[in-house]
C-alpha cells in the first residue's frame, strides 16, 4: 500500500475521524445504453411506432391490402353520425361499467372482510376464494354458459327445483345476457379481494379498539374507521375498474358466439373496434375508434382523479394536491 493511502488509513482510524472520499465509479455510457436497449426497443417498437401508426391512420382509408388514403375527418363523421353499431357499443360499455364496477368493489370488500375473520386455515380460504382468477377467461366464460344454459344448465335446473317455474334465458335473452357477464365477473373477483384484504390487514388495530372502548356498534367502526382507511384501494379499484371495463372484449366476445347474440346485446366497444378491424377489414375506421376510446377513457380517468380530493383519505395527506 502506498505512503497517502496509509496516512489516510491511520486518520481515520482516530475517533471523529472523517472517512476518505470514495472514488467516484464512472461507468461507460455504451453499458448504461445496453442495458437499457431491451426497454428502449420494446417502447419504440410495440409502444410508441404502433400508436403514432394508429393515430395516422385513423385520419385514412386503410384494409391492409392498399396504401392508406387519407380522408381527414370522415371516420370520425360517420361514427357519429352513421354508425349506429357504435351507439349501441358505447351504449352497452357504459352501462357494464357503471353497473359492474360498484358491484365488483363492494362483493371484494365484502369477500376480504369475511377471509380477516377465521382464526384458523384463513390461507386456504384466501387460496380458494382467489383460485378462479387463475381461470383463462375463455374457458371460464365457456364454462358459464353451459352452467347457465337454459335448458340443460344446472343453475336453471336448481331454480326449477325450488319452485321458480320460468328462469331467465341467461345469455339468449337480451334482458338477461350482460347480468350473466356481471356474474362471470363477480366469480373472478379473487384479484380484486387480494387487494382489498391487503388494505384490511394494513388497517391499525389500534383504531378498532379505542372505537370498542368508546361504545362503537361494528357498523359504527365500519362506517367511521374501515371505509374511510379503504378510500385509496377504493380509488385505485375504480380507476383500474374504469380503464378495464372501456375495453372489455374476451367474455363478452366468447359468450355471444357461443349463443349467436343477433340482438347484439353483448355488443361492447372493443368488440365493434375487433369486428371493424378483423373482420370487415376497415383498419381506418377502427383505428379512429380506438383513439376515441382512450380519450373516453383518460376524461373518466381525469373526473375520478378530480373528485378523489372530497372522498379519498391518505394517512400523510392526498397525493394528488
Excluded at 417502447?43 to 403514432?52: K, S
Aim: glycine share 6%; aromatic share 18%; proline share 6%.
Amino acid at each position: 500500500m502506498s505512503l497517502p493511502r496509509l496516512r489516510a488509513a491511520a486518520s481515520f482510524t482516530k475517533k471523529g475521524a472523517a472517512a476518505p472520499p470514495r472514488k467516484k465509479l464512472k461507468v461507460p455510457r455504451l453499458f448504461i445504453f445496453l442495458c437499457l436497449s431491451p426497454w428502449l426497443f420494446g417502447i419504440i417498437f410495440f409502444t410508441a411506432y404502433p400508436m403514432v401508426s394508429s393515430f395516422y391512420q385513423s385520419f385514412t382509408k386503410f384494409n391492409l391490402i392498399e396504401s392508406p388514403k387519407w380522408v381527414g375527418l370522415d371516420n370520425f363523421h360517420r361514427m357519429f353520425f352513421e354508425d349506429d353499431d357504435f351507439w349501441k357499443a358505447l351504449k352497452n360499455t357504459i352501462w357494464i361499467s357503471a353497473i359492474s364496477i360498484p358491484l365488483r368493489i363492494t362483493f371484494a370488500i365484502f369477500t376480504a372482510w369475511v377471509l380477516t375473520k377465521p382464526k384458523r386455515g384463513s390461507s386456504i380460504y384466501r387460496t380458494i376464494f382467489f383460485l378462479p382468477s387463475m381461470v383463462p377467461a375463455v374457458a371460464g366464460t365457456m364454462a358459464f354458459t353451459y352452467i347457465f344454459n337454459p335448458a340443460y344448465g344446472p343453475v336453471n335446473k336448481l331454480l326449477e327445483a325450488i319452485g321458480i317455474k320460468e328462469p331467465p334465458f341467461w345469455f339468449l335473452d337480451p334482458q338477461w345476457s350482460k347480468w350473466g357477464l356481471i356474474l362471470l365477473g363477480l366469480w373472478g373477483i379473487g384479484d380484486t379481494m387480494i387487494i382489498f384484504l391487503a388494505g384490511l390487514l394494513d388497517v391499525p388495530k389500534s383504531l378498532y379498539e379505542a372505537a370498542e372502548l368508546e361504545g362503537a356498534s361494528g357498523w359504527q367502526s365500519f362506517r367511521y374507521i374501515t371505509l374511510p382507511m379503504m378510500t385509496p384501494v377504493i380509488f385505485f379499484s375504480g380507476v383500474t375498474g374504469v380503464i378495464g371495463s372501456f375495453q372489455y372484449f374476451t367474455q363478452a366476445y366468447v359468450a355471444s358466439g357461443q349463443v349467436n347474440d343477433y340482438s347484439h346485446s353483448m355488443y361492447f366497444y372493443a368488440t365493434h373496434i375487433y369486428f371493424s378491424a378483423f373482420k370487415a377489414y376497415e383498419m381506418g375506421y377502427a383505428s379512429a375508434l380506438a383513439w376515441v376510446l382512450l380519450v373516453i377513457t383518460l376524461l373518466c380517468t381525469l373526473v375520478i382523479l378530480k373528485t378523489q380530493k372530497r372522498w379519498v383519505h391518505y394517512p400523510n395527506g392526498s397525493l394528488f394536491k
